[in-house]
């Protein structure tokens, strides 16, 4: 019984370390302009790198969220149903895969997100600091290896025009 209280706890606490991540972010202001200092964003991508995660939310909206995100190694390949990104890399460098299909593919969080090991027949290239990525809904994605990127996620969510 003892071994199964602990894995369960290291679960929780694994669980909580993931979503903290994401869910405490202020939300984006509906009446004022918003400012992320630099200094913010810097130490946002060193509290990553300390402890190991890869995404930490800065603001959120609903339709849309912008996040500093840090990959070491591979990541996980993704399509998502009704997301666009758009990154910008701030430094570092590593080959990203876009285009092609998604090897292992499994069913995402949401409807046409998918996700695998990795995007076999899409074109890679290396992005570094300074480069700007646009990623559409609907396109396989990924990185395939880095030693250590660190770049601003802007994730809009696709709607029906007004």
């Not at 290291?10 to 972010?25: E, K, R, Y």
């Not at 913010?40 to 609903?62: P, V, W, Y």
């Not at 149903?81 to 593919?105: C, H, K, N």
């Not at 600091?129 to 990185?143: E, N």
């Amino acid at each position: 019984m003892g071994k199964l209280k602990l894995i369960l706890c290291v679960l929780f606490l694994h669980s909580t370390i993931g979503n903290a991540q994401t869910t405490n972010a202020p939300p984006a202001p509906a009446d004022q302009a918003a400012d992320i200092p630099l200094i913010e964003i810097l130490e946002a991508a060193s509290q990553l790198r300390d402890n190991g995660l890869a995404t930490n939310r800065l603001l959120e909206c609903g339709i849309f969220s912008i996040n500093v995100r840090h990959i070491q190694g591979a990541e996980t390949a993704l399509q998502h149903g009704s997301i666009t990104e758009v990154w910008v890399v701030r430094e570092g460098l590593a080959v990203l895969s876009t285009g092609g299909t998604i090897v292992d593919r499994e069913a995402g969080a949401g409807p046409g997100d998918f996700r695998g090991s990795a995007v076999e027949g899409g074109v890679e290239r290396t992005i570094k600091a300074g480069d700007l990525v646009y990623i559409p809904t609907g396109v396989p994605h990924g990185i395939k290896e880095t030693e250590s990127i660190v770049y601003l996620n802007i994730r809009f969510e696709l709607r029906e025009p007004d």
